[in-house]
């Protein structure tokens, strides 16, 4: 099952724009964390918000984290067309046994029109 | 580094035949993770090994899917036989840390397997 809802499921902005993208969750978790797929290719990892953590940012990116509502945004400032693609957040809940998997949501795709 | 690599690439198989999927982890990394991910869908965890153990597989589909990584390097994903629904992105994905280390739990992922079943 998927653990996180992302909205909206597609954004469509013009270059230099910011670009704001929000995942809802269900269960409490450890750690939060984004993830951007390019067309054709696997994921790659772009900001983790551990649960403590209220906001965050890493170059152009800002990551907020409301637990009390169970939901994230994640703001790309000044896009570019190289930003193009899907995001995905992915929660992490420790259960014990060593289980750790991230659990994903449905993704944003994002197109940044020149 | 090298990164995680996954082979094959593209396979097309009819309904009811079976194939298998490779996957080599950034070397050093304990913790391997199989994907799955339907087209306009998120990744949708199959199997979790550290080292050559099974973590969890409570997601994997056990009447068709198999998966082993003897040795605690490599892994192979085995679908027998396989269903039109199985058609999907095979994501293999490996980590350094776990629960040992909480809250740093970032994954590295290849690139893919796209498997199309006919």
């Known amino acids: 099952s998927q653990q996180g809802e992302e909205d909206p499921q597609a954004l469509s902005i013009q270059e230099g724009e910011n670009a704001t993208m929000n995942c809802s969750y269900k269960t409490s978790i450890n750690n939060l964390q984004w993830y951007r797929q390019n067309s054709g290719r696997g994921l790659v990892h772009l900001i983790l918000i551990r649960s403590n953590e209220r906001e965050k940012h890493s170059g152009r990116l800002r990551v907020t984290l409301d637990t009390s509502k169970k939901s994230s945004s994640l703001l790309i400032t000044a896009s570019r067309a190289a930003d193009t693609a899907s995001y995905f957040c992915?929660?992490?809940?420790?259960?014990?046994?060593?289980?750790?998997?991230?659990?994903f949501g449905k993704g944003t795709h994002l197109i940044i029109q020149p | 580094e090298a990164g995680v690599a996954q082979s094959p690439r593209y396979k097309i198989i009819e309904k009811r035949q079976s194939v298998a999927f490779w996957c080599n982890p950034i070397?050093?990394?304990?913790?391997l993770y199989w994907y799955q991910q339907i087209l306009g869908q998120g990744p949708k965890l199959l199997i979790q090994f550290q080292n050559n153990g099974v973590v969890d597989d409570s997601q994997l589909p056990k009447d068709r899917f198999s998966a082993e990584r003897l040795k605690g390097v490599d892994s192979t994903l085995k679908i027998q036989p396989a269903k039109l629904e199985d058609s999907a992105v095979y994501l293999c994905?490996?980590?350094?840390?776990?629960?040992?280390?909480?809250?740093?739990?970032?994954?590295?992922f290849g690139a893919g397997s796209r498997l199309t079943v006919l």
């Open positions: 992915a929660t992490i809940s420790y259960s014990g046994g060593g289980a750790d998997g991230l659990t």
């Open positions: 070397s050093g990394h304990a913790t």
């Open positions: 994905a490996s980590s350094s840390s776990g629960q040992l280390t909480p809250g740093a739990n970032v994954l590295t």
